[in-house]
């Protein structure tokens, strides 16, 4: 399977959604992966430590998307990425679809199988949002303070 892991476009996020070593982790189980040039410089990973775990850097998103079978985000696509998702392709990030019937309807036009982070359950839990939800609660304090 080729796994594309595209830059983040939405304003203020530096994430990237795969780090180097589930990119190793995915090349050692037979996996190709690509991961769009600059993107995870904001997170403090150079493409060097990607392809020193087995990516392959390309130039765009355009290619990511156009090559990969699976697409590993951060965040919900915005509309400018929309046009690029294929049908079939797999599609894992955070969603929100509850928040943007534009997003919705857009992913339901797409054909694309989309797998939400924050509704994926594993023993009746939720092992992506709980996380998360955690940061955003102990920040809460100090945003309140």
Same mark, same amino acid.
């Given at each position: 399977?080729?796994?594309?892991?595209?830059? +983040?476009?939405?304003?203020?996020?530096?994430?990237?959604?795969?780090?180097?070593?589930?990119?190793?982790?995915?090349?050692?189980?037979?996996?190709?992966?690509?991961?769009?040039?600059?993107?995870?410089?904001?997170?403090?990973?150079?493409?060097?430590?990607? +392809?020193?775990?087995?990516?392959?850097?390309?130039?765009?998103?355009?290619?990511?998307?156009?090559?990969?079978?699976?697409?590993?985000?951060?965040?919900?696509?915005?509309?400018?990425?929309?046009?690029?998702?294929?049908?079939?392709?797999?599609?894992?990030?955070?969603?929100?679809?509850?928040?943007?019937?534009?997003?919705?309807?857009?992913?339901?036009?797409?054909?694309?199988?989309?797998?939400?982070?924050?509704?994926?359950?594993?023993?009746?839990?939720?092992?992506?949002?709980?996380?998360?939800? +955690?940061?955003?609660?102990?920040?809460?304090?100090?945003?309140?303070?």
């Amino acid at each position: 399977m080729i796994i594309g892991v595209p830059k +983040e476009i939405k304003p203020q996020e530096n994430r990237i959604g795969a780090v180097p070593a589930m990119v190793h982790g995915l090349v050692e189980a037979g996996h190709a992966v690509l991961v769009q040039r600059g993107g995870g410089l904001g997170a403090g990973i150079a493409d060097s430590a990607f +392809e020193a775990a087995g990516a392959r850097i390309v130039a765009t998103a355009e290619e990511i998307y156009g090559k990969a079978d699976m697409i590993v985000k951060v965040k919900e696509p915005l509309a400018a990425e929309y046009p690029l998702i294929k049908s079939g392709q797999l599609l894992f990030t955070y969603f929100h679809f509850a928040a943007s019937q534009d997003l919705t309807d857009a992913m339901l036009r797409s054909g694309a199988q989309c797998f939400a982070y924050e509704t994926l359950e594993v023993q009746r839990r939720l092992p992506l949002l709980t996380p998360m939800s +955690e940061v955003a609660g102990r920040m809460a304090i100090q945003v309140g303070a």
